[in-house]
């Protein structure tokens, strides 16, 4: 049963721009505030990485460094959707992007915002692909 699913990947160039979205079915009135929704991406032989994360309570974000200023999560709470909107991608940002739930955070939360093993829920991503 999937309950994160990804949509609004494709194959742009250089400079373009792509706005993804991660519908979240495990949200419930049941969820705790303290929730944290994260981006994380992989790219062919390399790790998974993490993106951005969101502490829904603070309304607080951590970007990696490489996306700063160009890339910026957003939330609609009342579609249970998270997005990601990116601008001026380049080719290292090709990647499968997958969207990740994370039910407890806690104060530490911007020091393990992009520690997998934190987040409970994952989606099945969605193939991201910058030409040059």
């Known amino acids: 049963h999937v309950q994160l699913v990804e949509s609004g990947g494709g194959s742009v160039q250089a400079g373009g721009s792509l706005t993804l979205s991660c519908a979240d079915a495990?949200?419930?009135?049941?969820?705790?505030?303290?929730?944290?929704m994260g981006w994380f991406r992989q790219a062919p032989g390399k790790e998974r990485e993490g993106v951005v994360t969101?502490?829904?309570?603070?309304?607080?974000?951590r970007y990696t460094n490489s996306v700063k200023g160009r890339f910026t999560i957003s939330r609609d709470v009342a579609k249970n959707t998270v997005y990601l909107q990116m601008t001026s991608l380049k080719p290292e940002d090709t990647a499968t992007y997958y969207c990740?739930?994370?039910?407890?955070?806690?104060?530490?939360?911007?020091?393990?915002?992009?520690?997998?093993?934190?987040?409970?829920?994952w989606g099945q991503g969605t193939q991201v692909t910058v030409s040059s």
């Open positions: 990740a739930a994370r039910r407890e955070c806690s104060g530490n939360w911007y020091e393990t915002a992009f520690d997998l093993s934190e987040y409970n829920y």
């Open positions: 495990t949200y419930t009135s049941d969820t705790p505030d303290s929730s944290c």
């Open positions: 969101f502490y829904t309570t603070r309304n607080n974000t």
